[in-house]
């Protein structure tokens, strides 16, 4: 079964960093398009960053500048760079892999920023 598996979240405090982890165990091929969710109790979940095979990105406007989204195809990984973390990053963040006839998502992995 393709699965998708998230890996980095934790506790830090405002002003910190972490960095994301995303592992597919599908076909990396097949994927044109890769991005970063983040879910609240508040909000809908709402895209963070997104980069496409063609190495496009596009970052939420409230994470510009602090948060940068890369990828790996060898080794069918993505990651999200979050630096100058503040506890409105706060959420469950989720990676999104997109193929044609198929979307694939993680079960998520949980940051919290503290003030």
């Known amino acids: 079964q393709v699965q998708l598996v998230e890996s980095g979240g934790g506790l830090v405090q405002a002003g910190g960093s972490l960095r994301l982890s995303c592992t597919f165990s599908g076909n990396m091929a097949s994927i044109f398009r890769m991005g970063w969710y983040r879910q609240t109790p508040e909000k809908q979940r709402e895209l963070v960053a997104e980069?496409?095979?063609?190495?496009?990105?596009n970052y939420a406007d409230s994470v510009k500048g602090r948060f940068t989204i890369s990828r790996d195809n060898a080794k069918n990984m993505v990651y999200l760079q979050m630096n100058s973390l503040k506890p409105e990053d706060t959420g469950v963040y989720s990676c999104?892999?997109?193929?044609?006839?198929?979307?694939?998502w993680g079960q998520g992995t949980q940051v919290t920023v503290s003030s």
């Open positions: 980069i496409t095979n063609g190495a496009v990105t």
């Open positions: 999104k892999f997109q193929a044609v006839f198929r979307t694939y």
